[in-house]
């Protein structure tokens, strides 16, 4: 099952081109130019995964479009662990890789019911942090807005997503980059923050 850990910090908007001029920031290579990411998330119209902390989202990124199934996390002062399955989206659901018995069931259960809830539109700055030999970490940061109901939240953040080491390298890096940042650990995903708009 494959494993996502990653530690976000809310980043207020007037601290955007400071975060992006910081020393540490600047000196780690850019993954590739930043990048427009608009996503659709999908639920039923009873909001069945949201009720099972179940996330389905599909993501333009440049020409592919890329389904992602994300559950639940296990989330404290902004460091989350879970579970996540990616693939190229073709039109249509596809639920065949997801190896969690549970998790996989539910989704094809709904699949003919699903629709789009809400949309996350937003540019990402990735930057690859390899601090020592054994330790990787992509920081990305997202500027941007959640849409639902034609009503928007902001979206200010940076995300910090381990590659390889162990968490506790992710809680360095945040603790370096808050020494002259305004920088805050924060434990509410996008998707939560969605489902709590179309709520609003």
Same mark, same amino acid.
């Given at each position: 099952?494959?494993?996502?850990?990653?530690?976000?910090?809310?980043?207020?908007?007037?601290?955007?081109?400071?975060?992006?001029?910081?020393?540490?920031?600047?000196?780690?290579?850019?993954?590739?130019?930043?990048?427009?990411?608009?996503?659709?998330?999908?639920?039923?119209?009873?909001?069945?995964?949201?009720?099972?902390?179940?996330?389905?989202?599909?993501?333009?990124?440049?020409?592919?479009?890329?389904?992602?199934?994300?559950?639940?996390?296990?989330?404290?002062?902004?460091?989350?662990?879970?579970?996540?399955?990616?693939? +190229?989206?073709?039109? !249509?659901?596809?639920?065949? #890789? @997801?190896?969690?018995? *549970?998790?996989?069931?539910? &989704?094809?259960?709904?699949?003919?019911?699903?629709?789009?809830?809400?949309?996350?539109?937003?540019?990402?700055?990735?930057?690859?942090?390899?601090?020592?030999?054994?330790?990787?970490?992509?920081?990305?940061?997202? +500027?941007?807005?959640? !849409?639902?109901?034609?009503? #928007? @939240?902001?979206?200010? *953040?940076?995300?910090?997503? &381990?590659?390889?080491?162990?968490?506790?390298?992710?809680?360095?890096?945040?603790?370096?980059?808050?020494?002259?940042?305004?920088?805050?650990?924060?434990?509410?995903?996008?998707?939560?923050?969605?489902?709590?708009?179309?709520?609003?």
């Amino acid at each position: 099952m494959p494993l996502e850990i990653e530690l976000k910090l809310a980043l207020p908007p007037a601290a955007l081109a400071a975060t992006l001029a910081h020393p540490l920031i600047k000196a780690a290579p850019l993954e590739h130019e930043p990048t427009r990411l608009d996503s659709i998330y999908y639920d039923t119209p009873d909001l069945a995964l949201h009720a099972h902390r179940v996330a389905l989202r599909v993501r333009q990124h440049g020409t592919q479009q890329i389904q992602t199934v994300k559950c639940a996390a296990r989330s404290h002062g902004g460091l989350a662990q879970r579970p996540e399955w990616e693939q +190229s989206y073709q039109d !249509q659901f596809d639920f065949s #890789a @997801i190896d969690n018995p *549970e998790a996989a069931a539910l &989704l094809e259960s709904v699949k003919t019911a699903l629709v789009p809830v809400f949309l996350t539109c937003f540019q990402r700055d990735t930057r690859r942090y390899t601090p020592r030999a054994g330790v990787e970490i992509l920081i990305m940061i997202d +500027s941007g807005e959640i !849409q639902a109901q034609g009503r #928007a @939240i902001p979206i200010s *953040e940076v995300e910090l997503e &381990l590659v390889a080491g162990e968490p506790e390298d992710l809680v360095r890096l945040a603790a370096e980059l808050q020494k002259t940042l305004p920088l805050t650990p924060d434990d509410v995903s996008k998707a939560q923050r969605g489902y709590e708009l179309c709520h609003a």
